[in-house]
């Protein structure tokens, strides 16, 4: 069985004025809403589960039923941390569930294809995840004022979600992280600390993250222009 956790319980602090950028009207339809209907119609998925912030499980049922999603789902407290959210997930995945796909829940434009594809890599290596290499020139620096030095770009990638895991491997992965007392904001991370390979899988097609609200107009195309923002 492959299941999904939808990691919806972060505060979206950096979207100002006390929004709830999850419920935020995005074209036609509440921004969670289409990237809970991604993996509603994603064929390679069997179950959702969704971390939520305490007290907006019933906004979420709610979603469930104006959408019809048809999808087993489940509705799960988040953390303190990312981590630890996902870990509630986890435990809230059927018992036969073998590969999991772990997906912010900010992201709603991510392609079946994408989905597919790191579900594949992770049934054959343990883990994977959606990146894209990196095509700036990247710059470090300590202070946040001058340049200390320049990356070498071509050996850099950007990371997004989905990230991709046997169960057991990021069970053990986020166990390691927990026992180091170690704040992780990426899932891969954790399996670095195992020595577990992840496979990087291409986003080729546009997949952002609304984080900012200059986020919300290049996804509100991206959206339209598939059809996804059809539905009022």
Excluded: Y
Aim: positive net charge.
């Amino acid at each position: 069985m492959n299941s999904a956790i939808l990691v919806a319980a972060g505060q979206g602090a950096r979207m100002g004025g006390g929004v709830d950028k999850l419920f935020l009207s995005v074209a036609g339809r509440p921004l969670v809403a289409h990237t809970w209907q991604r993996f509603n119609d994603a064929p390679c998925i069997d179950e959702i589960v969704l971390v939520v912030r305490k007290g907006r499980a019933p906004a979420f049922a709610k979603l469930a039923a104006e959408f019809k999603f048809q999808k087993p789902f489940r509705l799960v407290a988040g953390g303190t941390e990312r981590q630890d959210s996902v870990w509630n997930g986890l435990d809230a995945l059927s018992a036969a569930a073998e590969i999991v796909v772990v997906q912010d829940a900010a992201r709603p434009c991510t392609t079946d294809e994408l989905i597919a594809a790191t579900v594949k890599a992770a049934g054959e290596i343990g883990a994977a995840v959606a990146a894209q290499p990196v095509t700036d020139t990247i710059k470090e620096s300590a202070d946040g004022r001058f340049v200390e030095r320049t990356l070498d770009r071509s050996r850099l990638w950007s990371v997004q979600t989905p990230q991709t895991f046997r169960v057991k491997v990021i069970r053990r992965a986020l166990e390691e992280a927990r026992r180091r007392k170690l704040i992780l904001t990426d899932d891969t991370a954790a399996c670095e600390l195992i020595g577990q390979p992840v496979r990087l899988i291409s986003s080729v097609a546009p997949n952002p993250k609304v984080t900012v609200p200059g986020d919300v107009p290049f996804v509100v195309s991206l959206l339209q222009h598939s059809g996804a923002g059809s539905c009022a």
